[in-house]
DNA sequence: TTGAAAGCGCTAACAC
DNA sequence: GTGTTAGCGCTTTCAA
């Protein structure tokens, strides 16, 4: 006996003896299963409310196998980027009848993997955001957590479906953008140094550089919140470069105060661009050029692509190539970025 | 035979088996709760080790009444608020080996009973934001979902601990502030009507007439986002107010950007003021003069609440008395106010 | 159409 | 110290 009888809810055991019916056929009118005499399923179904009776989601959880419950895991819950994709996430799955169980490793990447696989044994499928994790610990991990979706990471593994920005592609659509106003001296203020999206946009900049061989290109670090914007002010004065590449938005912003605090003028003395478009970019002082991410279709898609693996493993239909999807930013061009100024005197 | 045994991950009888002991043995050892001959456990571990075993939490938690998970329900997962509180339970709550489970009722009132009655049953507690629930309702909904707690009301039921915001007290300092700038026309954005946090809000500023009964204030309706707050931008102009009050941080920003768009400068023309300071609140343009509300804190408390129940109710330790926690907001003041201007000629 | 019984994977009481 | 067994609450097979 594993469990002292105190405090117990109210179970199928308890209708079905108020209906004067078996377990079994509690289940089949809960369930509208298998056909069940009229009369009966009315009988049923009036002790379950005068019960108040609701089945123990665990219990169907073991008996069935599945837990209507999906783990998303992510580096950093204070990132609006994550925020954002919870969200659709949320709000899609939810539509299927789908919870959301959240793992935030807290920048650790260590801890990512145990917190996968927990989350996995605890849902029906993890959607998986591992910035930082190596490729290979990737590589071993995806085919343990299937069904997964990865978010802003391939791996050769399993076929696995992946959302991922273009990230390359955008941050040379800024440092054009810059280009085109004038700006001859651009410094990418980066992040993370083992972040995967860091390192797409590091080499967007490297076809960058191929394709303009003039523009003097400075990389300074960085990091990928509001402190670290804020802490590379003196870094990005001392360059001497008229146009900033923020690795992201947040970091745009606190590199913005840390400007605006030393009485530097953006855009007349330094243009600035973020990466994201998070909903405030709009709203900062000035308001933000940056590269947009259509943040909550990534969380809706996330929930599709993972239905989908979900139905095929429920159909045996394995091998059906996964999806790799790809958004492409939009360059959002706003206030902070303007014609580079002439040199005084 | 409830599933056929397609696709089986390892379980316990499997290292059972393979180490020659039984179900129960390998359970003793993986939990360490009795004591086990030292060589029989090392053959267990290795058992594990070598089949990669990880006990399947689902059975567990039949087994043991509990899920280790905490769900916590709330109106919109796009508010800065809520994330806030979502991130430091969750922070919290790892720290002791709990995970939280997501209910996101869309601002749609009528599900959140249900969608947190679904959640208590998923899970061993449940954390309720729920501005918008009529009081009867949740004077009925409260003692069915223990252990609860509480965001942002209270309720006379069955003692339940509850967190909350001073808004009262928050919005009357920002309101006396504006007046000893020489404001004497104000303007308070409402918030959702029905909203608790509002309605306390309203209180204040009704013991704040009271004080002063010689400034004129007026009640314009926005909401609690963004849009709202931009929406009303006419309406405060038409007021003709020098001090706004705006329900929070969202709405004021919202508002900043109408009135910039009308070139109306803040804080020459008009002073305003947000409730929350949301993180983003330093770095509008002008930095926002807001009610400083700890967020974060407000998370990692609610969990401490909900263990302390849970204990309570493991040590049949009934009718203590639950803590009803109050947090003071705290005067940010920064640049979108300033004394009235001198009305000109 | 219905009930009895097995089984999902685990823990814990009990007997040895 | 260890195995046997019951039981957590549910679904589903099987036999009637």
């Known amino acids: 006996m594993a469990r002292r009888n105190t405090n117990r809810r109210v179970g199928i ?3 079905a003896r108020m209906a004067g019916v078996s377990h079994a056929t509690v ?3 809960m369930n509208g299963n298998a056909a069940v005499d009229p009369d009966i399923a009315a009988r049923v179904r009036a002790a379950a409310a005068e019960l108040k009776y609701q089945p123990n989601p665990v219990g169907r959880s073991l008996a069935l196998g599945k837990t209507d419950t999906i783990g998303i895991v992510v580096p950093d819950l204070a990132n609006p980027t994550f925020q954002a994709i919870l969200r659709g996430l949320s709000i899609a799955a939810a539509q299927d009848g789908y ?3 959240i793992a935030d490793s807290s920048e650790v990447t260590s801890e990512e993997a145990i917190l996968a696989g927990e989350a996995r044994r605890r849902c029906d499928g993890v959607v998986l955001c591992a910035p ?3 490729d290979a ?3 071993e991990l995806a085919p343990t957590l299937h069904p997964l979706v990865l978010i802003n990471r391939t791996t050769v593994a399993s076929n696995t479906p992946s959302l991922s920005v273009d990230y390359s592609q955008g941050i040379q659509e800024l440092a054009t953008h810059l280009v085109s106003l ?5 410094a990418y203020l980066e992040g993370p140094l083992h972040s995967a999206s860091n390192r797409q946009r590091l080499a967007g900049l490297e076809q960058f550089q191929a394709k303009h061989p003039d523009i003097e290109l400075q990389f300074l670090e960085a990091g990928s919140n509001f402190d670290s914007g804020h802490d590379a002010t003196d870094a990005v004065v001392a360059s001497g470069a008229t146009g900033i590449l ?3 938005d947040l970091v745009a912003m606190g590199l913005l105060s840390g ?3 030393r009485g530097i003028r953006v855009p007349e003395d330094i243009s600035v661009t973020g990466f994201d478009d998070i909903p405030f970019a709009r709203y900062t002082m000035p308001p933000l050029t940056t590269a947009a991410v259509p943040i909550n279709e990534l969380g809706s898609l996330a929930w599709r692509r993972m239905r989908e693996q979900m139905q095929q493993s429920a159909d045996a239909t394995e091998a059906e190539e996964s999806a790799q999807d790809v958004f492409e930013p939009r360059i959002e061009i706003r206030r902070s970025t303007a014609p580079v100024s002439l040199p005084v005197g």
Do not use: P
């Open 246 to 248: 923020a690795f992201n």
């Open 137 to 139: 610990e990737l590589e």
């Open 27 to 29: 289940s089949r009118v």
């Open 13 to 15: 055991a308890d209708v």
């Open 182 to 186: 004038g700006h001859r001296k651009i």
């Open 259 to 261: 400007l605006h605090e």
């Open 99 to 101: 919870r959301v169980l």
């Open 132 to 134: 930082r994790m190596g």
